[in-house]
């Protein structure tokens, strides 16, 4: 039996990682990035153990080790003042990693035997009864057994296999502003401060002497200037107490604010014929619930432990993979929609109407937390070591 190829669409976190499992159980791979690089930003994103865990069956400890730092305790401070009353949240064995130097260094950690074409867009998919036929923009084509879309919240493969209907952009009018501040945190704590349907958290950057900042807010698009925006988080920040000061005024003098609207991916389903999406290509949770490695991971190996049980059977891999993602994903994306808009909608209607839906969503997971393998869905668990290596 000739060995299968598989195309991957993407060289961020679930790129590489489908790109590595892939190769792991015997799989021919080709790897196409659109940019010269991956598309990376300079802030940092979480590393829960669960992600942890997957990367260090990926033989990528060391990455780990080299690109993050232990997560820090965070207060959430609920008086402000000289002397601020707070809730303090340990960090637990969460760690917090350099989202540039992670993704840089995964993309090399992929096997040499994977052919990483860097500078290539996928053009169309053209599916054939015994293969799907990629054409890329220069012209050229070549047939694969499966594409996986690992191609981020603008998926380039999500808009050629599904319609506009199956793949719904979830906002909420809700936009988060990230900025990176050259001031270092009053002590080694993170700090969640909530004012004026505004969300602020500051907490420590790998570099000591600068601080990350990740604001949320409602705002209404298309925005012109941001600057009122940063002014106001800067302002929530100022008004907590002296001890942020500094921080506030880092915010207004930064030069590197970005603003992106709260945006999950909620699609109907994440496979069709040989095309697979995993990430957030097929399930964006959004940055602010810190779950976006976890779930790039997680479906990574999910998806090479369904190929490698279904053998050919594509359409039952795909099927075993979204079953055990999918309960994770949609408890996740619920949480974290509905803390944001019961914490930035106004007092009222709206919040009353937030918290009956959340309770809708608590009832339906039910039957899923009074059965073992429920419980294990629902916390985005994975027998990682259960995937058996075909190639050395």
């Known amino acids: 039996m000739s060995t299968r190829r598989a195309l991957v669409v993407g060289g961020g976190i679930a790129g590489s990682a489908a790109a590595w499992w892939l190769h792991h159980i015997g799989w021919d791979v080709v790897l196409i990035e659109a940019g010269a690089a991956p598309h990376i930003g300079g802030f940092v994103l979480d590393l829960d153990t669960t992600a942890q865990g997957i990367l260090r069956e990926m033989g990528a400890a060391d990455i780990v080790e080299r690109t993050s730092f232990s997560g820090p305790a965070t207060v959430l401070r609920l008086t402000r003042g000289p002397r601020p009353y707070g809730v303090t949240l340990s960090g637990g064995r969460n760690r917090l990693s350099e989202r540039v130097k992670l993704i840089e260094e995964l993309l090399q950690h992929v096997p040499k035997e994977v052919d990483v074409r860097l500078g290539v867009r996928l053009e169309t998919l053209e599916h054939r009864a015994e293969d799907v036929r990629a054409h890329f923009e220069d012209?050229?084509?070549?047939?694969?057994?499966?594409?996986?879309?690992?191609?981020?919240?603008?998926?380039?493969?999500?808009?050629?296999?599904f319609t506009p209907r199956e793949a719904v952009l979830y906002r909420n009018g809700l936009s988060l502003l990230w900025t990176t501040v050259d001031r270092h945190m009053p002590d080694a704590n993170a700090a969640v401060v909530s004012r004026e349907r505004t969300v602020v958290q500051a907490y420590p950057h790998p570099d000591a002497a600068k601080t990350q900042i990740v604001a949320a807010l409602p705002t209404s698009h298309p925005i012109t200037d941001i600057r009122p925006l940063v002014e106001r988080v800067a302002a929530v920040l100022r008004d907590e107490g002296r001890d942020l000061t500094p921080i506030a005024e880092g915010v207004e003098e930064a030069d590197d604010a970005l603003l992106t609207r709260?945006?999950?991916?909620?699609?109907?389903?994440?496979s069709s014929r040989r095309v697979v999406l995993i990430?957030?290509?097929?399930?964006?949770?959004?940055?602010?619930?810190?779950?976006g490695a976890?779930?790039?991971?997680?479906?990574?190996?999910?998806?090479?432990k369904a190929l490698q049980r279904h053998g050919d059977d594509t359409t039952a891999a795909f099927a075993s993979y979204e079953r055990h993602v999918r309960p994770f994903v949609q408890a996740r994306q619920n949480t974290t929609a509905r803390a944001a808009e019961f914490l930035m909608r106004p007092e009222g209607s709206s919040r009353w109407a937030t918290l009956f839906g959340g309770s809708g969503e608590l009832v339906r997971t039910l039957p899923q937390v009074l059965s073992p393998s429920g419980r294990r869905a629902l916390a985005g668990t994975v027998d990682a070591s259960g995937v058996h290596r075909v190639r050395s």
């Open 262 to 270: 709260f945006t999950q991916v909620r699609t109907r389903r994440w």
């Open 294 to 304: 976890h779930g790039a991971l997680l479906g990574a190996v999910t998806l090479a």
């Open 139 to 161: 012209g050229s084509s070549e047939a694969f057994d499966i594409v996986v879309g690992a191609d981020g919240l603008h998926s380039t493969v999500r808009d050629l296999v």
């Open 279 to 291: 990430g957030d290509a097929a399930h964006c949770i959004d940055p602010l619930s810190g779950l």
